[in-house]
């Protein structure tokens, strides 16, 4: 039960959703098939949030936080799941600027957070090269020390939406230690230093999300060091820590597909006069995944109301994340699988916000194949399920 005050804010932000989420953003958020929304979109809707004063409800108020109690940011999780607005590229927002906050000079503070919370700065997350990925700490971009700069060479690959941003954060080798981990700083670069070169990588579904990046002698001034030289490997662990996404607006996009699913089923015939909707074996995998999405969506409830009570974090949320990726590539899974050959269709341009092609088939159809590529991918990104298994396995098991 919501008290009343809680219930007022839903309210609020219902109306706020109702009134800001124009149809063309609410259509960028629909037709995102991608980890984000088609980028000029996700721009605006960052803009549009600022305005409001909830551009970053999570950060301290200090640094423009709303200061939200944990129910009020549960309805906004749940309604903005719901309203589904476009997918903002969130790297600097919801990963660099906690680092920046915990590790960062007062200066740079300065410097950064306003910016990412306005809108007018894009953070690349530079880790991932082409022979460090879940084994990050083999990482082996240098950064040598020249008077007030260093100087980075080396290549840095799977960085997502790196053609859109003007900062990337990046993790280089600054010394070789005894351990892997020793030796590795975080550096806050901008993308158009020269010297670095942003080429694209092209996905299994023909998409423009990923980049490799070459830097060749590219100087960055000693000024953007964040937290110590060669502890770059504590900046990148805390940042990690704000990778996973879940929670309750995780449930609420399961069912949000599972709804996509039924719709679609329902406009696509069986071959039997009927539609998909009486195909048996359809409503047994159907039926499967509702009842795991509401057992995930009560045990998330369950571990939110313990930290509600103040209690340490329920060991079952990371299982609770990798369940939910695991629903959300079977879901979209049996989308594939429901459409049939409309799921052969490449019709890029017509799931554009601003389409310029009539899709072949039911609109919803036209998703189908986007989704399935993508979530084989988001289970790969910020820790695949073996690492994730692994850490478990480490952590809770102690094994
Ligand atoms: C959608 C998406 C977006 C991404 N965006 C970014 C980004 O913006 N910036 C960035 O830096 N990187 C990004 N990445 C890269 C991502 O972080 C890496 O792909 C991920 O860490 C895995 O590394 P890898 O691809 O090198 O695979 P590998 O580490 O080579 O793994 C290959 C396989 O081996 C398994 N494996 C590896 N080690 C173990 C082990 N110890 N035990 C058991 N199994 C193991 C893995 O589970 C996997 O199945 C993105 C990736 C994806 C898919």
Same mark, same amino acid.
């Given at each position: 039960m919501l008290s009343d005050t809680d219930h007022d804010f839903l309210e609020e932000? @219902? %109306?706020?959703?109702?009134?800001?989420?124009?149809?063309?953003?609410? @259509? %960028?958020?629909?037709m995102t098939t991608w980890t984000y929304s088609e980028f000029e979109y996700g721009r605006r809707w960052q803009k549009i949030l600022h305005g409001r004063g909830w551009g970053a409800p999570h950060w301290p108020a200090e640094h423009g936080g709303t200061g939200w109690t944990p129910v009020q940011r549960m309805i906004w999780d749940v309604e903005t799941a719901r309203a589904s607005p476009p997918a903002i590229m969130r790297i600097g927002r919801d990963l660099c600027a906690p680092a920046i906050m915990a590790f960062g000079t007062d200066e740079q503070k300065r410097e950064f957070l306003p910016r990412i919370l306005a809108g007018e700065d894009w953070w690349a997350q530079g880790f991932s090269e082409p022979g460090a990925g879940s084994d990050l700490a083999s990482l082996q971009m240098s950064a040598r020390r020249d008077g007030d700069d260093y100087v980075l060479n080396g290549t840095k690959i799977w960085t997502t939406y790196a053609q859109h941003a003007n900062r990337i954060f990046c993790l280089v080798r600054t010394a070789t230690g005894a351990r892997r981990q020793e030796g590795i700083t975080a550096l806050l670069v901008d993308t158009d230093t020269p010297g670095i070169e942003v080429r694209p990588l092209i996905n299994l579904a023909g998409g423009h999300e990923f980049n490799e990046i070459f830097f060749t002698?590219?100087?960055?001034?000693?000024?953007?060091?964040?937290?110590?030289?060669?502890?770059?490997?504590?900046?990148?662990r805390h940042l990690l820590k704000y990778e996973h996404g879940g929670g309750h607006?995780?449930?609420?996009e399961l069912r949000r597909k599972l709804a996509w699913l039924w719709d679609m089923a329902a406009l696509q015939s069986d071959g039997l006069g009927g539609t998909m909707i009486d195909d048996p074996d359809f409503l047994r995998r159907f039926?499967?995944?509702?009842?795991t999405t509401s057992a995930v969506t009560f045990a998330t409830t369950q571990a939110f109301a313990a930290l509600k009570r103040?209690?340490?974090p329920p060991p079952s949320i990371p299982l609770l994340r990798l369940r939910s990726r695991d629903l959300m590539q079977r879901i979209t899974e049996l989308g594939l699988d429901t459409v049939g050959h409309y799921g052969a269709v490449y019709q890029p341009d017509a799931y554009k916000v601003v389409p310029t092609a009539e899709p072949i088939g039911p609109e919803e159809a036209l998703l189908a194949m986007p989704y399935y590529l993508s979530y084989r991918g988001a289970s790969i990104a910020g820790g695949t399920p073996e690492i994730q298994r692994n850490n478990l396995a480490r952590n809770l098991l102690g094994l």
């Open positions: 932000v @219902r %109306a706020f959703y109702a009134e800001a989420l124009t149809p063309e953003l609410a @259509r %960028a958020g629909r002698d590219a100087r960055v001034p000693v000024s953007r060091l964040l937290g110590q030289e060669n502890e770059g490997w504590a900046v990148a607006g995780g449930t609420v039926s499967e995944l509702s009842i103040g209690d340490p």
